[in-house]
């Protein structure tokens, strides 16, 4: 079983930064592909960016060149760098872990780009 927590959202003004962390539980960690999905009021659920168990990273083009993704896997925690926040960044960010037939969810953590 792994648990996936959620930590570093909150309120940012526009053009501002944040780093979401997420720490997993298990043994999982080190062979799966980790993402970051963001679902915003009303909206359905969608991709942000994701790593491989190799750090082979990928971007949806909405984040791409402002937000990063990183893991440490002697942490089993996977970052997502946000910079150069926009209003429409508002939303629930979730961590995601993948590894064969597994798919394991976090809680979210809420992120509100506002003046």
């Known amino acids: 079983q792994v648990q996936l927590v959620e930590s570093g959202g909150g309120l940012v003004q526009p053009g501002g930064s944040l780093r979401l962390s997420c720490v997993a539980s298990?043994?999982?960690?080190?062979?799966?592909?980790m993402a970051w999905y963001r679902q915003a009021p009303g909206a359905q659920r969608e991709f942000v960016a994701t790593?491989?168990?190799?750090?082979?990273?990928n971007y949806a083009d909405s984040v791409k060149g402002r937000f990063t993704i990183s893991r440490d896997n002697a942490k089993k925690t996977v970052y997502l760098q946000m910079n150069s926040l926009k209003p429409e960044d508002t939303a629930v960010y979730y961590c995601?872990?993948?590894?064969?037939?597994?798919?394991?969810w976090g809680q979210g953590t809420p992120v509100t780009v506002s003046s």
């Open positions: 790593i491989s168990s190799i750090s082979i990273t």
């Open positions: 298990g043994s999982m960690f080190r062979s799966a592909a």
């Open positions: 995601n872990l993948r590894s064969g037939w597994y798919d394991y």
